[in-house]
């Protein structure tokens, strides 16, 4: 029987996968691996019924000496724990990504926002760069500083928008103006 595996490769969970595609994947030893019989993710390296992709034996046979109702699968396992310079989270599970409001600061940024619309659109990019890279708590802390920026742009999106509508307005009354002269 061949065994059947789960790996995660760039901030994505693969599986499961046969031996022979497990061959394919561009696995190092750092790569997170899971398969029954672990008890959580680990490092390829300290698998140690994946040792044979790394010295180039042939996949080994497991026996069936599993009942395959009681199997787990990865969801009921998790990740790795991450290490402290990915910014200290360490309970084992992936936290949820920061609420950010990306869409509203390009909004108010076209209305009139100007620089304070910039700035939380930055944050907010750095928000998702940082929790892609594992930095949660950093990433939390650039979603709050691009809320604050945001804050900021409403009322200035709100001046900005008051100031068009008054030149609109007496852009329109010079053309009502130019017009009865025509």
């Given at each position: 029987m061949q065994r059947e595996y789960y790996v995660y490769i760039n901030k994505e969970q693969l599986g499961p996968v046969d031996g022979e595609k497990l061959k394919e994947l561009d696995l190092t030893p750092d790569t997170l691996v899971?398969?029954?019989?672990?008890?959580?993710?680990?490092?390829?390296?300290?698998?140690?019924?994946?040792?044979?992709?790394?010295?180039?034996?042939?996949?080994p046979e497991i026996a069936d000496d599993t009942d395959t109702a009681l199997q787990r699968t990865p969801d009921e396992t998790s990740?790795?724990?991450?290490?402290?310079?990915?910014?200290a989270y360490n309970d084992g599970y992936l936290p949820e990504p920061p609420r950010t409001h990306i869409a509203w600061a390009v909004i108010l940024t076209i209305i009139g926002a100007g620089v304070f619309g910039i700035l939380a659109i930055v944050f907010y990019s750095v928000?998702?760069?940082?929790?892609?890279?594992?930095?949660?708590?950093l990433a939390e802390h650039s979603a709050g500083v691009g809320n604050r920026w945001l804050s900021w742009?409403?009322?200035?999106?709100?001046?900005?928008?008051?100031?068009?509508?008054f030149v609109f307005?007496?852009?329109m009354e010079s053309m009502d103006q130019l017009s009865s002269v025509w």
């Open positions: 899971w398969y029954d019989g672990l008890d959580e993710w680990v490092p390829a390296s300290e698998a140690p019924g994946i040792q044979w992709l790394f010295n180039g034996e042939p996949e990740i790795a724990d991450e290490t402290e310079d990915t910014g928000a998702k760069t940082r929790y892609n890279n594992g930095q949660y708590d742009a409403v009322p200035f999106a709100i001046l900005g928008l008051l100031y068009t509508i307005k007496d852009l």
